[in-house]
């Protein structure tokens, strides 16, 4: 316990000043969870980081994750989706290049952990430039969620949500935790007036939305470490685990606020 404490007040230490500066600073720590995240997939799949496929892998989260004017009078490219379509062309050449170690599964899941991880950090750089308000709405609803599901759980949990992923959490605890951000980040944003441009009732949907939304991506980064057989994504949190671990919700949850309307 004492480890995550002084992990989580060294992480607020440095995180929290860079959300409130936002900009290049921000984006460069972005980018570099965005690495550590990609660095973690690979390493559940016993892929060397220096490799082709990893090369692959970490230029296709940094091309997701950078801004969309980054890539504005950039000739022939002009998107990261088109970086995106090259890169995972790339990704199934290299089935034919080593194809003895590199298999089309491999290359998938990949493929796919650059698209998650990648367009999970964009948004959430993205929500920030938008204002620190949207930004900390989405994880407020995420703090919150976890933590009234972990109270409600432990008081009255009894039927378990996902016991073959995620066998402590349940269905009381899951139910428990929306209920508890559903009443106090719409009110709080309410009467601090921090998103004039929502009224009470759109907060409201807003964050059973993102609070169910949140817990999915929990359970989706449970089902992989479960697939691989890990404990923890990483180890570069103590007590906390790895980047993974602590962004798994967010990676869901802006995106989804982008669809919403939420960042413009």
């Known amino acids: 316990m004492?480890?995550?404490?002084?992990?989580?007040?060294?992480?607020?230490?440095?995180?929290v000043p860079l959300?409130?500066?936002?900009?290049?600073?921000?984006?460069?720590?972005?980018?570099?969870?965005?690495?550590?995240?990609?660095?973690?997939i690979l390493r559940m799949k016993h892929r060397f980081l220096v490799s082709i496929e990893a090369l692959i892998a970490f230029v296709g989260v940094v091309a997701l994750i950078l801004p969309?004017?980054?890539w504005q009078g950039v000739p022939v490219v002009q998107s990261a989706h088109v970086v995106f379509?090259?890169?995972?062309?790339l990704m199934l050449l290299n089935t034919i290049i080593v194809r003895n170690h590199f298999n089309f599964d491999d290359a998938g899941a990949l493929t796919l952990a650059m698209l998650y991880i990648g367009t999970g950090f964009h948004y959430f750089?993205?929500?920030?430039?938008?204002?620190?308000?949207?930004?900390?709405f989405g994880m407020l609803i995420v703090w919150?969620?976890?933590?009234?599901?972990?109270?409600v759980g432990r008081a009255i949990g009894k039927h378990k949500l996902a016991p073959k992923i995620s066998p402590n959490k349940t269905w009381e605890g899951s139910i428990g935790g929306s209920v508890v951000a559903v009443i106090i980040v719409p009110a709080l944003y309410t009467i601090c007036h921090w998103l004039p441009a929502y009224n009470f009732i759109e907060l409201l949907a807003f964050t059973v939305l993102l609070s169910i939304a949140g817990q999915l991506g929990d359970l989706i980064e449970s089902a992989f470490k479960r697939h691989y057989?890990?404990?923890d994504s990483g180890h570069i949190l103590p007590g906390h685990g790895g980047i993974l671990d602590r962004f798994d919700s967010m990676l869901i949850v802006m995106p989804?606020?982008?669809?919403?309307g939420m960042l413009g």
């Not at 500066?21 to 570099?32: C, D, E, K, N, V």
Request: glycine share 10%; hydrophobic share 60%.
């Open 2 to 15: 004492k480890t995550r404490v002084i992990t989580a007040v060294v992480a607020l230490i440095v995180f």
């Open 19 to 40: 959300l409130i500066i936002g900009g290049i600073p921000l984006l460069l720590l972005t980018l570099a969870m965005g690495i550590v995240g990609m660095s973690e």
């Open 68 to 70: 969309n004017q980054f």
């Open 85 to 89: 379509y090259i890169l995972a062309f």
């Open 125 to 136: 750089y993205q929500a920030d430039s938008v204002g620190l308000a949207t930004v900390m």
């Open 144 to 151: 919150i969620t976890d933590s009234g599901a972990y109270m």
């Open 229 to 231: 057989g890990v404990k």
């Open 256 to 260: 989804l606020m982008s669809l919403l």
